[in-house]
Antibody, heavy 122, light 110 residues
Framework: EVQLVESGGGLVQPGRSLRLSCAAS????????MHWVRQAPGKGLEWVSG????????GYADSVKGRFTISRDNAKNSLYLQMNSLRAEDTALYYC???????????????WGQGTLVTVSS | QSALTQPASVSGSPGQSITISCTGT?????????VSWYQQHPGKAPKLMIY???KRPSGVSNRFSGSKSGNTASLTISGLQAEDEADYYC??????????FGGGTKLTVL
């Protein structure tokens, strides 16, 4: 059974940093692209970042480019999102999502975690 | 990166068909056959319903279908059922390893 378990969320002050993790199991992690998608309270989905199976292709939404860094450790079956210079508008539930294939360039997420809540507030 | 445009809400009666549109530009929807659709019930994670414009993942009912014409993709749900009531989001590849979602559509089954 595919499982994606996010962790690392919490309350953080504006300008500070946070690192999210996603532990994957139930599939061959290094065969698939992985993504982070967020959802602000009561709002729609927003793609944040994606990474191909071998980290060779990485993309970011304009809203986070230069502040967030996605990475993966295939040996640990884990996905990460380093979030720096956090802003109030980054407050959201952050989902880890598995791609259908190895490339990061497709928005077909067939499995999602339950999300980890990030709240940016002073 | 502006969100793809979806109607805020659509509604239909049980048994009817509805279509949700997703309008982008020639830089995203119009350029790639990489549009997917998601269903999200309140408090739940999204579920993939359609990928690559018209393909259905295993386990998704054939009442759900997708299509694309120009810069607009569409999701059609036929034989509407009460459990179809949810939020629906489209997503498209937008070039340079980036993706973009639509603003979401709330489907109400009357």
């Amino acid at each position: 059974e595919v499982q994606l378990v996010e962790s690392g969320g919490g309350l953080v002050q504006p300008g500070r940093s946070l690192r999210l993790s996603c532990a994957a199991s139930g599939f061959t992690f290094d065969d698939y692209a992985m993504h982070w998608v967020r959802q602000a309270p009561g709002k729609g989905l927003e793609w944040v970042s994606g990474i191909s199976w071998n980290s060779g292709s990485i993309g970011y939404a304009d809203s986070v480019k230069g502040r967030f860094t996605i990475s993966r450790d295939n040996a640990k079956n884990s996905l990460y999102l380093q979030m720096n210079s956090l802003r109030a508008e980054d407050t959201a539930l952050y989902y880890c999502a598995k791609g259908l294939g190895a490339a990061a360039a497709t928005g077909d997420f067939d499995y999602w975690g339950q999300g980890t809540l990030v709240t940016v507030s002073s | 990166q502006s969100a793809l445009t979806q109607p805020a809400s659509v509604s239909g009666s049980p048994g009817q068909s509805i279509t949700i549109s997703c309008t982008g530009t020639s830089s995203d929807v119009g350029s790639y056959n990489l549009v997917s659709w998601y269903q999200q019930h309140p408090g739940k994670a999204p579920k993939l319903m359609i990928y690559e414009v018209s393909k259905r993942p295993s386990g998704v009912s054939n009442r759900f279908s997708g299509s694309k014409s120009g810069n607009t993709a569409s999701l059609t749900i036929s034989g509407l059922q009460a459990e179809d009531e949810a939020d629906y989001y489209c997503c498209s590849y937008a070039g340079s390893s980036t993706l973009i979602f639509g603003g979401g559509t709330k489907l109400t089954v009357l």
